[in-house]
């Protein structure tokens, strides 16, 4: 479920929000043992901390993605999302590779093209963020499926030929 247990590190403390309450706001601090007792009540406040509404939509979230094995389904679909992304590369000499984890992924250029490819990618219904100049963030949500993700992909192959096209 998070993503440092793939990691061998065991953090002494993790602060969730966004997917937490499944469209809901919330946030939460989870603690170890090692720093149990550091807060008292009243210590630490949050703005979208544990009302009940939006506590009982961070249970519902979490009960789904553990009885519909969405953990195991980001991971297994996003080998496939990566996979995909990497062989853009043989396409596309601007396309550098991949990196990351799970659905979280990002497209690596090897020129500055990644606003352009952004906004190429809107214009085809495909919503990417690019957070640098030569990086493509792609973060679909964890019920994506493969064929909506060889979709993506190559809706990303028909932007990266126009692009490659233009001036």
Known sequence: LW????????PDAITVAKALGGGLPIGALVTGPRLADVLEPGDHGSTFGGNPLACAAALATLETIETD???AHATEVGEHLGARLRALADDFPSVQGERGRGLMRALLLTADLAPRLQSAALEH??????????CLRLVPPLIVT???????????????DLLHGAP
Not at 125 to 134: C, E, K, P, S, Y
Not at 146 to 160: F, G, H, I, P, T
Request: negative net charge; contains cysteine; proline residues 0%.
């Open 69 to 71: 094995g969405l953990t």
């Open 146 to 160: 493969r064929e909506q993700v060889d979709r993506a992909v190559d809706s990303l192959a028909v932007c990266l």
């Open 3 to 10: 993503a440092y247990e793939g990691t061998g590190v065991v």
């Open 125 to 134: 219904g495909l919503i990417v963020n690019a957070i640098g100049a030569r």
